[in-house]
């Protein structure tokens, strides 16, 4: 495995084992091909966006880059009778879900890496019963 994917991997492994509740995956699906107990659950998905910023001087062409790093959280609340209350719901869900990831990244060990948050956005409540984070992580080397 490259030293890239052996990160991301390492860093998966980590957010499971901080939240054994949640579901891991390095693999985005689709809500719809998902099983219902995972979004029920939360699913969190890590998985690269490429790498930038290089140093680029003489001596150190390509090198010193950050990885962009996106962690994706999918959920599904139970059926909400009371639909004014549904949006509230989810977004409560979803700063759950960030706040956690907060959580992760400053307890995220340096000897597996140094990551930060650069932003984050969500679902703004459009996609009931589904709510979903995308964060947007930058890697330091």
């Given at each position: ?45 890590i998985y690269s ?54 959580a992760f ?37």
């Open positions: 495995m490259s030293d890239l994917g052996t990160r991301m991997a390492a860093i998966a492994a980590a957010l499971a084992s901080a939240y054994p509740t949640r579901k891991v995956r390095r693999s985005l699906v689709d809500f719809n091909l998902l099983p219902k107990a995972d979004l029920l659950a939360g699913v969190y998905t966006g490429g790498e930038g910023d290089f140093t680029n001087v003489s001596q150190y062409v390509a090198q010193d880059g950050r990885q962009h790093i996106k962690l994706v959280g999918q959920i599904q609340l139970p059926e909400n009778k009371d639909k004014a209350a549904a949006g509230v719901a989810i977004e409560e869900a979803e700063f759950t879900m960030i706040e956690e990831i907060k990244l400053r307890a995220l060990p340096e000897s597996l890496c140094l990551l930060e948050l650069v932003s984050w956005t969500q679902s703004q409540q459009l996609e009931e019963p589904y709510g979903w984070i995308l964060a947007d992580l930058a890697y330091i080397p």
